[in-house]
């Protein structure tokens, strides 16, 4: 079955950094759209970054552009989220998600519809 999981949420200052890595598992399709959504204090997970399996292209939220670094490493079927210069209002649990045959451009059209989420990890940003 397919499987994500997450890792490297914790307790981080602001201006600091955290890295997220996301490990997949199962999941066979060869196109697909990965990335990382957040749910803070509101109900909704809002997109913050992905990226598209078959070209590497990538999304950022505007609030996180210039801040947040996605990769991948598909050899190891990982997917990371480098987070700098972190602030308080980056507070959520971060969710990795995928959708098959999605583009990283249409993530924050798919919203919670992602065909598979991981349990999520959640990143506090506080002094």
Do not use: H
């Amino acid at each position: 079955q397919v499987r994500f999981v997450e890792s490297g949420g914790g307790l981080a200052q602001p201006g600091g950094s955290v890295r997220l890595t996301c490990i997949v598992s199962g999941f066979r399709v060869p196109n697909y759209a990965i990335g990382w959504f957040r749910q803070g204090s509101g109900t909704g997970r809002d997109a913050v970054s992905c990226i598209t399996t078959s070209d590497d292209s990538t999304y950022y939220s505007d609030s996180v552009k210039g801040r947040f670094t996605i990769s991948r490493d598909a050899a190891k079927n990982t997917v990371y989220l480098q987070m700098n210069n972190l602030k308080p209002e980056d507070t959520a649990v971060y969710y990795c998600a995928a959708e098959a045959g999605g583009l990283a451009d249409l993530c924050p059209n798919y919203g919670s519809t992602m065909d598979f989420w991981g349990k999520g990890t959640l990143v506090t940003v506080s002094s």
